[in-house]
């Protein structure tokens, strides 16, 4: 039976979530070990699809899943295959709602995997139109940040409306990723965020200021300078918090980071629970950071050296 995969993975942000949204720049890593895969079959039986969410006709999607539903009819539509038809499996490892990328994951993985079934070319710019029609469905006002970082295999450098390039890392420290267990909520605390830039005069120059870090942050990253690197991550972590999109767990995980050696600490993605990402040294200090997250009730954490990510592969 003929059968075909798409596949993408997690992502996170380095710099710049919620500031990107007005057109401030971000730094994205992608997290290839972390992966969602679509894979498609031929059918004799309509169009199904599974999910860890979802067994049944494509027709059938609950409202929860109308995203996906979405993305699925407009891709089959754009290749002339509506009524043909299939059965689609999604696998994700990513944790949902966490800020790690996981929706845009998806509708990557499932552009690619059907265009790959039907035996089409697609082009970047096209897979990343594509996958932006389930996240407007999803988060509302989607910067296109998630599903460039998902189908990436290099850290970038993202600015809202362009193109976005790789950028070079020189670096020897490590990354903990650290899933609180609760829920982000990236559609509420973009909302948020916006309602802070109607209400509060200050909100403005906290989003330059995320911008700005950004900034400094990939000069930090392209000369090795580590120690100012986890600075721009407290700054920006400071202002993330100002700006109400943080969570206590995340804060009390940022302060247990930073008492247990690492350099640097703040949230990553839409916030209001999700993921806490800690800059540190060395491998054993990650490990410790790691550990006193999981026992301060951290549900997961990954190491992710710093230095392997800006290799293809
Ligand atoms: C979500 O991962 C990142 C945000 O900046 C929203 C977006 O860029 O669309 C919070």
Partial sequence: QKSTTGQSHAKIIFFGEHSVVYGQPAICLPISKIKTVVSIKSSSEGQQVSSRYFTGFLSEMPESQTGIQLLIKTVLTELNQEKTPFGLTITSEIPAERGMGSSAATAVAIVRAFFHF???????????????????????????LDAATVSSQTPIWFVRGRRPQAIPIKQNTFLVIADTGIMGQTGLAVQHVKSQLASDPQAEAAIESLGKYAKQARHCLAIGDSKKLGLLMNHSQTILSKLGVSHPTLDLFANLSLSNGALGAKLTGGGMGGCLISLTPDKPSAEKVATVLEKHGAIHTWIEPLVTLNRKG
Avoid: C, M, W
Avoid at 118 to 142: C, M, W
């Fill in 118 to 144: 039907f035996k089409q070319p697609l082009s970047h710019t096209e897979l990343l139109r594509l996958a932006d029609v389930s996240e407007q469905y999803i988060h509302g006002n989607p910067s296109g």
